[in-house]
């Protein structure tokens, strides 16, 4: 069965240091996620996109988080200046087309970052 | 932002009997409401789903009951068995071209045997 691969599953930064999360798609899906979730809370969105641009962020993405695909396999998200806060489990997600019911979108088993 | 609530953190039921997770919602604008199951260590994986113009949806052992008038729905897990303990997530989408979901806090379920 097709999955999300997510890499690292564990990254533990410094505060302020910049990382970033990868994230390997389903291959024929053209919608991509980022959600986290902050231990013991529950799984946000954070951003959709589709089409090499940004579809919907939530007020989470601001100026210290981007996504890009920078080639045809890779789905990235990177965190400019990391604050203890970021700490949480970040998931990405894929679907084809955007979820509207039915299946729901596949997400992979996350990368868990630990800003120190 | 509470859109989506899971007011029970925790349910623990007997092998073979019925677990019922419940979820309230406040946005009427949503369409369209899915189950997701959560191992630890591993992503949310989708259970099953209803839109907003049904009142019920069965998947085998699964259903999903939505209450439009209440903005209540629930999933229906019968017969319950252990390999079901896992945190349930609730969750809410609104009509858009963007596929953002909306969760809930998560049940964690313990079916013993």
């Known amino acids: 069965e097709p999955e999300v691969t997510q890499t690292p599953s564990h990254q533990v930064t410094q505060m302020g240091q910049e990382v970033i999360l990868r994230c390997v798609p389903i291959s024929n899906h053209l919608y991509f996620y980022w959600y986290r979730q902050i231990l013991g809370q529950k799984v946000e969105f954070l951003v959709s996109?589709?089409?090499?641009?940004?579809?919907?962020k939530s007020e989470i993405f601001d100026d210290q988080f981007s996504v890009e695909r920078p080639d045809g396999s890779n789905f990235t998200l990177k965190i400019r200046s990391t604050k203890l806060e970021d700490s949480a489990m970040y998931f990405c997600?894929?679907?084809?087309?955007?979820?509207?019911?039915?299946?729901?979108?596949?997400f992979g088993s996350g990368t868990r970052l630990t800003v120190v | 932002d509470q859109q989506v609530k899971q007011n029970s953190p925790s349910l623990s039921v007997q092998e073979g009997r019925i677990s019922i997770l419940n979820c309230d919602y406040t946005?009427?604008?949503?369409?369209?409401f899915l189950w997701y199951k959560k191992y630890p260590a591993e992503g949310p994986t989708f259970l099953i789903s209803?839109?907003?113009?049904?009142d019920k949806n069965e998947d085998g052992r699964f259903t999903v009951f939505l209450n439009k008038s209440a903005k209540h729905l629930s999933l229906h897990i019968v017969p319950s068995q252990p390999g079901d303990s896992a945190v349930y997530f609730c969750a809410a989408s609104a009509p858009s071209n963007t596929g953002k979901l909306i969760f809930g806090q998560g049940t964690t379920l313990q079916v013993k045997p």
């Open positions: 946005n009427s604008m949503f369409d369209y």
């Open positions: 997600a894929s679907s084809d087309p955007p979820y509207r019911g039915g299946y729901g979108y596949t």
């Open positions: 209803i839109s907003s113009i049904k």
């Open positions: 996109f589709y089409n090499n641009e940004i579809s919907e």
